[in-house]
């Protein structure tokens, strides 16, 4: 996952990966990882689940578990993936299964939970970048934007990558209203070929607030965000970031 502050899901549709299920078989690929990678761009997450609840019907294993709970985290079925995760990690609380249960309570809600498992996972291993990343979400997903930012920073100083670090920097500045600096953190990495999809309904979001109408729409033309680019800016020229909810 790309630990990104979400915040533009009120008229900028988010782009997800889709494409035909296709029927399949074990003995269609020879090696699993092939398997897996090949179903996943089919979009054939049902007979991923599948095959990972059989082997773990047959031998119930940290390493699957954490897999199938990783797969209902990718479709959002995030209840189904607390359900498989929750009782590994009060087994075994390692950094992998922390992580991911930490974003699983996140997308829940269930913020408080989220930030004790995201602290227990830092007290594993306070140098993880991605493990600040994601506090400094879960802070933001609760309104501590001071928080937010101080962890933000943390996972900067210990080098993750700065398309997601200014995804979200630019994210809480447009969270307080603040639209030119969200611009100065989006600008650079979108200039470096920074593209994913919260920087590119972000970074439109910005600059329909500072009124520069004409490079939004390209923005939204060049990666196909709506079907009636003059519509949608029309529609965020009214909202407010506290329309947004959470993707």
């Given at each position: 996952m ?9 008229a900028l ?10 029927q399949?078989?074990?003995s269609?690929?020879?090696?699993p ?8 761009l089919?979009g054939?997450?049902e007979?991923?689940i ?6 773990l019907?047959n031998?119930d294993?940290?390493?699957?578990r954490?897999?199938?709970?990783q ?17 590994l990690?009060k ?13 699983i ?26 493990a ?7 802070f ?7 928080e937010?930012?101080?962890?933000f ?6 080098f ?7 995804t979200?920097l ?7 209203n603040?639209?030119?600096g ?11 070929g ?14 329909i607030?500072l009124?520069?109408?004409t ?12 079907k ?12 407010k ?7």
């Amino acid at each position: 996952m790309s630990l990104n502050l979400k915040i533009a899901s009120f008229a900028l549709a988010a782009l997800f990966l889709s494409g035909c299920a296709v029927q399949t078989s074990s003995s269609m690929f020879s090696d699993p990882i092939q398997k897996e990678n090949i179903l996943k761009l089919a979009g054939n997450y049902e007979q991923l689940i599948t095959d990972y609840k059989k082997r773990l019907a047959n031998d119930d294993n940290p390493k699957d578990r954490l897999k199938l709970a990783q797969l209902y985290y990718e479709i959002k079925d995030y209840n189904s993936a607390k359900y498989f995760l929750e009782p590994l990690v009060k087994k075994i609380a390692n950094q992998d299964n922390l992580l991911l249960y930490s974003k699983i309570l996140e997308e829940l809600g269930e913020y408080q939970e989220a930030l004790d498992s995201i602290n227990e996972a830092l007290s594993l291993n306070p140098q993880n970048p991605e493990a600040w990343n994601l506090k400094g979400i879960i802070f933001a997903s609760n309104g501590y934007i001071k928080e937010a930012q101080k962890s933000f920073l943390i996972a900067k100083d210990l080098f993750y990558d700065d398309c997601v670090i200014n995804t979200n920097l630019g994210a809480l500045e447009i969270l307080q209203n603040n639209y030119r600096g969200a611009i100065s953190y989006f600008e650079p990495i979108y200039a470096r070929g920074c593209e994913n999809t919260f920087l590119l309904h972000n970074y439109t979001f910005a600059l329909i607030k500072l009124n520069e109408y004409t490079a939004a729409e390209n923005l939204i033309e060049k990666y196909n965000l709506a079907k009636y680019p003059k519509k949608l800016i029309a529609d965020l020229i009214k909202a407010k970031p506290n329309d947004f909810k959470d993707e």
